[in-house]
């Protein structure tokens, strides 16, 4: 007794099974890497969920990941929740206010003097005692600042 195996149909199985396989994995691999918030934590570890809105007010990145962003994410009042939990928000004190504030200070007339463009006028970046904020240092003295101001995140990148 001869079994006949018909490949034809073997393939086609398991066409189907990879493709349900990649289709659950390319939602969570595009946030990863193709949106800006998922830039963020691949560069900096900052783990956010997908924002209601986005604006670029500054994307000046170049082809090595060199540049400066500014970027505000908005939030609905469930995600926000979600946000706010994160244990990576420390809070802005009289101690870190004046660093935080040169910091800002350095990078917007960097910016201004740069892109000869002002982000800053139309979104000011709040930086205000009593808010939360995460600042993260890299080896290549890049660096993200982000602030959390109501439903929004205010963040800022200088990347070398």
């Known amino acids: 007794m001869k079994i006949y195996i018909n490949y034809k149909n073997i393939f086609i199985i398991l066409l189907v099974i990879i493709v349900v396989i990649i289709s659950f994995n390319a939602r969570s691999l595009y946030y990863r890497y193709f949106t800006i918030y998922g830039t963020y934590y691949d ?9 209601q809105d986005i604006i670029k007010e500054l994307y000046k990145i170049g082809p090595l990941g060199e540049g400066e962003t500014y970027t505000i994410l908005m939030y609905n009042q469930e995600d926000l929740e979600e946000v706010r939990r994160a244990d990576i928000w420390e809070k802005i004190t009289d101690n870190n206010y004046e660093q935080l504030k040169e910091r800002i200070s350095k990078y917007q007339d960097h910016v201004i003097s740069t892109w000869d463009k002002d982000p800053f006028k139309e979104y000011p970046f709040p930086i205000e005692e009593d808010n939360l904020y995460y600042l993260k240092l890299k080896e290549d003295n890049s660096w993200l600042l982000a602030t959390l101001k109501e439903d929004k995140i205010y963040i800022i990148e200088e990347a070398w």
Request: no cysteine; proline share 22%.
């Open 43 to 51: 560069a900096y570890n900052l783990k956010i969920p997908k924002p």
